[in-house]
Nanobody, 121 residues
């Protein structure tokens, strides 16, 4: 089995910064894409940022100049550095990863449990 565990959420004032981490563990053969999504009540989960294993990155337009996704492939960990946070960034943030388990030939998508980010004065 594979699990993703997020950390780093919390309460921050507008204009502040937070760094989220997500570590994958378990029976991992290979991880390709890792990413961050967010969701607010009544809305669909939306893409924030993704990163391929070779370092190609993609961002949602409204976070492109404020957030940075990075990875430590040796640790199976993905990070999201968030700066200049706005109240509208308030959401539950989820990480996901495209994983091939050991001894398996196909890839599956796994999700973390989510971490709350609240931006408020």
């Amino acid at each position: 089995q594979v699990s993703l565990v997020e950390s780093g959420g919390g309460l921050v004032q507008p204009g502040g910064s937070l760094r989220l981490s997500c570590a994958a563990s378990g029976s991992i053969g290979r991880i390709t894409d890792m990413g961050w999504y967010r969701q607010t009540p009544g809305k669909e989960r939306e893409l924030v940022a993704t990163s391929t294993s070779s370092g190609d990155r993609d961002y949602a337009d409204d976070v492109k100049v404020r957030f940075t996704i990075s990875r430590d492939n040796a640790k199976n960990t993905v990070y999201l550095q968030m700066s200049s946070l706005r109240p509208e960034d308030t959401a539950v943030y989820y990480c996901n990863a495209r994983v091939r388990r050991l001894y398996y030939t196909y890839y599956e998508t796994y999700w973390g449990q989510g971490t709350q980010v609240t931006v408020s004065a």
